[in-house]
């Protein structure tokens, strides 16, 4: 997360990169952006608003050496030179147009820029941005002929976000530089995140309880659900929510404790946890600081409503864990040979 308040933008450059799988090349500009002042006034809050409210960060990743990522190397010239601007920004296009394996990897514009005055963790940073404008927007232009007016379409940038975006800072931890990553337009996962930048999750608290409470969605999807059925699939992830939200530091142990009761459901857990790690290639931690922000981030996305084939849908309350077993009872209906719901209330809101 980032204050964009005071920065602004040092040098800025757009080239086009194309796609290999159809013959479309790459076009690079020679000279720097020079901006008026309506154009920059828009740019920069166009550029860096999607940083602003982003939890998680990134670290660059190497098979062998994190000094042979590419874009690090790129960001590091330009931060160490900033005369290398144009021919870095080249150098990064290039790279991007590799990454286009198959004819699906849309073309498009490509901006790079270098800002100064980036608020971070209470430092004022400088930063390379990189965006990929993918898709552009139909509007109506009107112009003077005759003495009347006529309208005409044209094709532009929609200035409300980016497709694709990266935000590298100038400074780090251990891992390296903080790279912060946005992919409005995701048709390829694997293209702008593990293929052009090369990156990875930071090791830090966010990523902890990130990871922790995407391993409880899952299993509650994968495991409960098609188990136990939707209400106990709720009531599970009602109570992973409460455990969290009622313990600044989540010990695995503990939670296991309190949220299973059967046996039988911590070992399926179990199991599924080093399936879960080995298939996302990541590692839980026993012990983990916990994320307000990611918290509450991920709480919107649960959804906790149980869907009827008789059109009808009941909505259960992520913050009540223990509703759902005093209110709701689940059945079955030997007359009608159908299952049923039972919801004990004292008055309709």
């Known amino acids: 997360m980032i204050n964009r308040n005071k920065a602004s933008i040092l040098k800025c ?6 796609n290999k799988h159809n013959d479309t090349k790459n076009a690079f500009s020679e000279k720097e952006i020079i901006f008026d002042e309506a154009s920059y006034e828009l740019m920069v809050p166009f550029l860096l608003r999607p940083f602003t409210s982003l939890v998680q960060s990134h670290r660059f990743s190497h098979h062998a050496n994190i000094e042979l990522n590419e874009i690090n190397a790129y960001a590091k010239s330009i931060f160490a030179d900033d ?24 073309t498009g514009d490509v901006i790079v820029a270098y800002f100064e005055g980036i608020e971070h963790n209470e430092m004022v940073i400088d930063a390379v941005g990189i965006f990929k404008i993918e898709n552009k927007t139909n509007f109506f232009q009107t112009y003077l002929e005759d003495n009347s007016y006529d309208v005409l379409v044209q094709k532009g940038i929609n200035a409300k976000k980016v497709d694709k975006g990266c935000l590298i800072l100038n ?13 409005n337009n995701n048709y390829d996962a694997a293209y702008w995140t593990d293929k052009f930048l090369n990156i990875k999750y930071a090791d830090d608290y966010n990523s902890h309880t990130q990871n922790y409470l995407e391993l409880c969605k899952e299993f509650s999807t994968e495991i409960i659900k098609t188990t136990y059925g939707a209400q106990e699939q709720n009531t599970f992830l009602a109570k992973t929510v409460d455990f969290f939200k009622e313990n600044e530091i989540v ?40 994320s307000e922000k990611v918290l509450n981030k991920e709480k919107k996305k649960i959804k906790t409503d149980i869907k009827l084939d008789t059109n009808i849908q009941i909505k259960l309350d992520i913050d009540a864990p223990d509703a759902s077993a005093e209110y709701l009872e689940r059945g079955y209906d030997e007359d009608k040979k159908m299952h049923y719901y039972k919801v004990f209330f004292n008055a309709e809101n």
Do not use: C, M, P, W
């Not at 450059?13 to 194309?18: P, Q, R, S």
């Open 251 to 290: 010990n695995v142990e503990r939670f296991k404790d309190e949220i299973f009761e059967e046996d039988k459901h911590l070992e399926l857990f179990e199991s599924y946890k080093k399936e879960f790690e080995s298939e996302q290639n990541v590692l839980i931690r026993n012990q983990f600081d916990v």
């Open 171 to 183: 400074t780090g931890d251990a891992e390296g530089k903080v790279v912060l990553t946005v992919d």
């Open 83 to 106: 005369e290398t601007f144009v021919d870095v920004s080249k150098n990064v296009v290039k790279h991007l147009f590799e990454q286009s394996t198959s004819a699906q990897i849309k």
């Open 13 to 18: 450059i757009i080239h086009k990169v194309g």
